[in-house]
């Protein structure tokens, strides 16, 4: 089944110990997405690739970073993750970003940082 | 900020009761969609109304939309344990921008 899928589901890191999440989707979509979700919140978006395109939300904080390689694959990097960065992190895709899409999720990466 | 603000914030109802949950948001939209999200998973599409339409079924979920009062309700209709989840409105402002979602009404459906 075309889906999307996160790596690892489960993810501890020490505080400033850069971590990478990983995202990978079968669906063959162009545009690919990264929220930080906590508890009780709305998922929040990070930033957003269509294609290549790059598009960083204005109250991202630099400590983000992603990347995507080509269109199945998008990583998110936290440099120096701190307390705070303790969430869960979702990967989503679109076909588009026409007023008609819908975003398929993957399920999830839960960050804890020690 | 165009984000929806779902209401209540929380629900528990007994199975087989109709559930009915509340969006409103801020801005003209093109579309406003709504997404279950059962715990500690990812979020699932459950159906999108656009702006020009009034109502929508699918299955036991109906959808209603005020684009004067900008407002959206969520129906579960016959509601099963399984429904236990959080449900997300979400809304893209005119101008192909990215979904906004709202902080979402927990479920609690108590078999």
């Known amino acids: 089944d075309a889906m999307v899928i996160q790596n690892p589901r489960y993810q501890v890191t020490q505080f400033g110990k850069p971590v990478t999440l990983s995202c990978s989707q079968t669906?063959?979509?162009?545009?690919m997405y990264w929220y930080q979700q906590k508890s009780s919140q709305a998922p929040k978006l990070l930033f957003h690739?269509?294609?290549?395109?790059?598009?960083n939300e204005a109250d991202t904080p630099d400590n983000f970073q992603s990347r995507r390689p080509n269109t199945s694959f998008c990583f998110l990097d936290i440099r120096s993750p701190g307390l705070g960065d303790a969430a869960m992190y979702l990967c989503?895709?679109?076909?588009?970003?026409?007023?008609?899409?819908?975003?398929?999720f993957g399920p999830g990466t839960r960050l804890t940082v020690t | 900020s165009q984000q929806g603000e779902e209401d209540p914030q929380a629900l528990s109802i007994q199975e087989g009761e109709n559930a009915t949950m509340n969006c409103s948001y801020k801005?003209?939209?093109?579309?406003l969609q709504w997404y279950r999200q059962n715990s500690g998973r990812g979020l699932v599409h459950l159906i999108l109304?656009?702006?020009?339409?009034r109502e929508k079924h699918s299955g036991r979920l109906r959808v209603t939309l005020d684009t004067s009062k900008k407002s959206s309700s969520l129906l579960i209709t016959a509601s099963r344990a399984a429904d236990t989840a959080s449900y997300f409105c979400?809304?893209?402002?005119?101008?192909?921008?990215?979904?906004?979602f709202g902080k979402g009404t927990r479920l609690s459906v108590i078999a």
């Open positions: 989503a895709t679109s076909r588009s970003m026409d007023w008609t899409y819908e975003q398929y």
């Open positions: 669906l063959n979509h162009n545009v």
């Open positions: 979400a809304t893209d402002a005119e101008g192909n921008t990215p979904l906004v």
């Open positions: 690739y269509y294609d290549k395109d790059f598009n």
């Open positions: 109304i656009r702006s020009n339409e």
């Open positions: 801005t003209s939209i093109n579309n």
